[in-house]
């Protein structure tokens, strides 16, 4: 069964240092998204991607977060420099969602194993 | 946006059946409704999601009424292997289409045996 690739899976890092995180989305998969999970709370959208175009980084903290996806396959979020209130799993879903398919498709996203990311 | 609002916490044992209730008062018209699944240290996975009435798969069933405004996820026969954290998502359209979903915190299922 195809997955969604993350890479790191763990990362520590000072803070104001850069950190990056990569995602490779299931192939096939036009939209891609990456959210940030604080302990104890559900998943917060960051940015979301439609092939290599952002159609929603609203909840971005563009001051210090970016986000790519230059071929519109894999993805970068890159942080720098972190804060110690940065520190959270990173996950990165994808799905087949587009503006010409049905819209229920895009509720069905598929997520990887995410990036642990601690700022000390 | 719709909001949604599901339990903190449930507990249960193993073999009984499940039903985790979830309202959206504010659900629009176009909206769906979504539950993932969520084990520690990974990503949320997609269960379930329907429009009206009743759907079931092979993992749940979920039960929507007419006005729409609540939704319940029903479990069969849970295992220790269902204690996770469950969310009840109600999709929203504000980007010209493109869906957005919003995450709460969702319920916390432990599974005793």
Same mark, same amino acid.
């Given at each position: ?120 | ?27 629009? +018209?176009?909206? *769906? ?6 084990? %520690?240290?990974? $990503?949320?996975?997609?269960? @379930?999601? =329907? ?31 269902? +204690?996770?954290? *469950? ?6 359209? %504000?980007?010209? $289409?493109?869906?957005?979903? @919003?995450? =709460? ?9």
């Amino acid at each position: 069964e195809a997955e969604v690739a993350q890479s790191p899976r763990y990362k520590i890092t000072e803070k104001s240092q850069a950190v990056a995180f990569w995602c490779d989305p299931i192939s096939g998969h036009a939209t891609l998204y990456w959210y940030r999970q604080i302990l104890g709370q559900g998943p917060e959208l960051l940015v979301q991607f439609q092939d290599e175009s952002v159609v929603d980084d609203s909840q971005l903290p563009k001051d210090r977060f970016s986000a790519e996806r230059l071929k519109g396959v894999d993805s970068t979020l890159k942080i720098q420099p972190a804060e110690l209130g940065d520190s959270a799993m990173y996950l990165c879903a994808s799905s087949l969602a587009a503006k010409d398919r049905p819209p229920e498709r895009s509720y069905e996203q598929y997520f990887g194993p995410g990036t642990r990311l601690t700022v000390t | 946006l719709a909001k949604t609002t599901q339990p903190i916490s449930m507990d249960s044992y193993e073999g009984q059946e499940v039903n985790i209730t979830c309202s959206h008062n504010n659900i629009a +018209t176009n909206d *769906y409704i979504t539950w993932y699944q969520q084990f %520690p240290s990974q $990503g949320p996975r997609f269960i @379930i999601q =329907g429009y009206k009435t009743k759907v079931t798969n092979e993992v749940a069933s979920l039960f929507i009424p007419a006005d729409r405004k609540s939704s319940t996820l029903s479990l069969p026969r849970v295992s220790l292997s269902d +204690t996770a954290v *469950y969310y009840c998502l109600v999709g929203d359209t %504000p980007y010209g $289409g493109y869906n957005k979903l @919003i995450f =709460g915190a969702g319920t916390r299922l432990a599974v005793h045996p």
